[in-house]
């Protein structure tokens, strides 16, 4: 990360340290995102399976996924966020992460 | 076609020539050896926005994901070799344990068909017909769907 202050010591750690902290604290959004294969029944399934989540709440993220293109399933650290994608990915579902903003 | 659903699994009894060659088909559909169907089955994690990230992924995270979808593709492959004949028919077992394996493997069919052809929306809800090798592709894009469906219904993920 390049220092936005003047270098003056401390104050450009303390500017670093901020911004880092910040970028830390930005969730990353699990998304998932329609194809025009993948059955709907199956990706409701896959997301009770990966997330825990209800029959009810996958159908809602799925419906999201078939009419508006994609729908964010999850948010939070970025290594679990990988983890997450990784897991939908090996049951075939397009999923990427994005940094919420 | 018959097909009976116990706990022990599907058996497919009865099959006809073009549902057996349709079936042959599949782990050389699932295969990702081409670029439109590796990109889709082994997609980019950030979409392309992260070009290092998306590279450590290949790098690390795609091997698993490749042996995995092999070791269900080699499953599917070895229900297929041992199909029964009777008079012209072919019987099909499909383990309850080796549900997954198909599911996964006819979907991954499905996309790499999907990807190579170019399907869309509109061609998979019927709204647009084709001739020729894309019709052929979405007939088993159906066929393959058809079947998950009825697997999904009693295999856990």
């Excluded at chain 2, 590796?38 to 994690?45: C, L, N, W």
């Excluded at chain 2, 019927?126 to 058809?146: L, P």
Aim: glycine fraction near 6%; proline fraction near 3%; charged fraction near 25%.
């Amino acid at each position: 990360m390049k220092p936005v202050l003047a270098a003056t010591g401390g104050d450009v750690l303390t500017e670093e340290e901020t911004q880092t902290q910040e970028a830390l604290d930005i969730p990353w959004n699990v998304i998932v995102h329609n194809d025009p294969i993948n059955l709907m029944d199956y990706v409701t399934k896959v997301l009770m399976k990966v997330f825990g989540f209800s029959q009810k709440k996958a159908e809602v993220h799925m419906l999201e996924v078939h009419q508006k293109g994609r729908s964010i399933v999850w948010s939070g650290a970025r290594e679990r966020a990988e983890f997450h994608v990784q897991q939908l990915q090996s049951h075939l579902l397009l999923a990427t992460i994005a940094q919420a903003r | 076609m018959e097909i009976q659903i116990s706990d022990e699994g599907w058996v497919f009894d009865g099959m006809e020539q073009a549902i057996v060659e349709l079936l042959r088909t599949l782990p050389a559909c699932a295969a990702p050896d081409d670029d439109a169907a590796r990109k889709r089955i082994f997609s980019a994690p950030t979409g392309g926005a992260d070009a290092d990230a998306d590279s450590d992924w290949r790098e690390y995270v795609e091997p698993g994901l490749r042996e995995l979808f092999k070791t269900h593709t080699d499953l599917v492959a070895a229900d297929l070799s041992v199909m029964e004949e009777k008079e012209k028919s072919l019987t099909l077992r499909i383990p309850a344990a080796h549900g997954r394996a198909w599911i996964h493997t006819l979907n991954q069919a499905r996309l790499a068909l999907g990807a190579r052809h170019d399907v869309t929306e509109d061609d998979t809800n019927g709204r647009r017909h084709h001739r020729g090798a894309k019709g052929f592709a979405i007939m088993q894009i159906d066929f393959y769907g058809m079947l998950i469906a009825m697997l999904l219904g009693n295999t856990e993920l």
